[in-house]
């Protein structure tokens, strides 16, 4: 008999699907234990574990923290157009700060009227007695202290070498540093008169220097006939305080222009009267009346005569 030897079969290979799944089932596994592992490795101790509270806490910061982060973006806007009004706008704010800087101190005007005298004092402590009928206008200009005079005034001036005072008129400009003077200066007159009280006086025309006058040195200056005419005035001490209405030489016509400065009246004076220069004084708190007829007697050597005609005209013949 032969014994027949049964050779043991070789296994029969898995389905190829039944093996891919037996695999990705062990893949699974594997990483699931890997995931265990690492979240025990990552799992604090209980001793470490924050209290309720604290968890709480840490809870609502890491919702603000991500509440904060997921936040829309806001509109950007576009800073060159900005910018490009800020180039124009900033020069232009320099420029008025610098204008407003450098700009002029405003003018102070002063006036009187008919038979009123005003004492001023002035931004530089200058002192000012201004005449009737009489206007200044005060401005300071660069290094000078310059005042305009239409009227008469007299002026105590504060020294101040480095900004001169300068007293203008139509026709002349009296520049000075620190002393007393009178300046006349009607328009209705041919004639600018500059009477010196004390210290030094710079007397100049349109177009020169006419003078410098020392106390009690008196100029007229005609402009129209460019005559000049320098004298010497003794009664200087009292052109502050002195009321009376006081002439030397003086012109009818000035003297006529005096009283309408004083009174609310009227002179009319014939174009053919004679040329004539009085001296005196005159009380201004007599009438009108009463100051004619003491000029009538001044006059009627020179065979003039004032007569009213109306309540405020009167007439030289």
Not at 7 to 14: A, E, F, V, W
Not at 205 to 215: F, K
Request: proline share 8%.
């Amino acid at each position: 008999m032969c014994n027949l030897v049964m050779k043991p079969r070789p296994p029969r290979p898995l389905p190829a699907r039944l093996l891919y799944s037996l695999r990705s089932r062990t893949r699974r596994r594997w990483q699931r234990e890997q995931w265990l592992d690492a979240l025990v490795a990552a799992t604090p101790d209980d001793a470490e574990l924050l209290n309720e509270e604290q968890a709480t806490q840490r809870e609502q910061r890491l919702r603000r923290t991500i509440r904060t982060r997921t936040q829309p973006l806001g509109r950007i806007r576009r800073l060159w157009p900005v910018l490009r009004v800020a180039a124009v706008l900033v020069p232009l704010l320099v420029a008025a700060m610098v204008w407003w800087g450098q700009r002029p101190a405003p003018a102070l005007h002063y006036t009187t009227g008919i038979g009123e005298q005003r004492q001023l004092v002035l931004p530089d402590h200058s002192r000012v007695w201004l005449r009737p009928n009489s206007s200044l206008t005060w401005q300071a200009a660069g290094q000078d202290r310059e005042v305009r005079l239409r009227g008469e005034a007299f002026f105590a001036v504060t020294k101040d070498p480095a900004h001169p005072f300068v007293v203008r008129t139509g026709a002349v400009a009296v520049r000075v540093l620190g002393t007393s003077f009178l300046v006349k200066a009607y328009p209705q007159l041919p004639t600018t008169t500059v009477l010196v009280r004390t210290g030094r006086v710079q007397v100049a025309g349109p177009q020169r220097e006419l003078a410098v006058l020392h106390p009690q040195d008196k100029l007229v200056f005609n402009p129209a006939r460019r005559q000049l005419t320098l004298t010497q005035h003794e009664y200087t001490a009292d052109l502050t305080t002195n009321q009376l209405l006081t002439f030397e030489q003086a012109s009818l016509p000035e003297i006529l222009l005096t009283l309408e400065n004083y009174y609310p009246v009227r002179f009319e004076l014939r174009p053919d009267a004679p040329a004539v220069a009085l001296s005196g004084s005159l009380d201004p708190a007599l009438s009108a009346d009463q100051i004619t007829d003491v000029l009538n007697t001044l006059l009627s050597r020179h065979h003039l005569r004032i007569s009213r005609r109306t309540a405020t005209l009167y007439r030289v013949e």
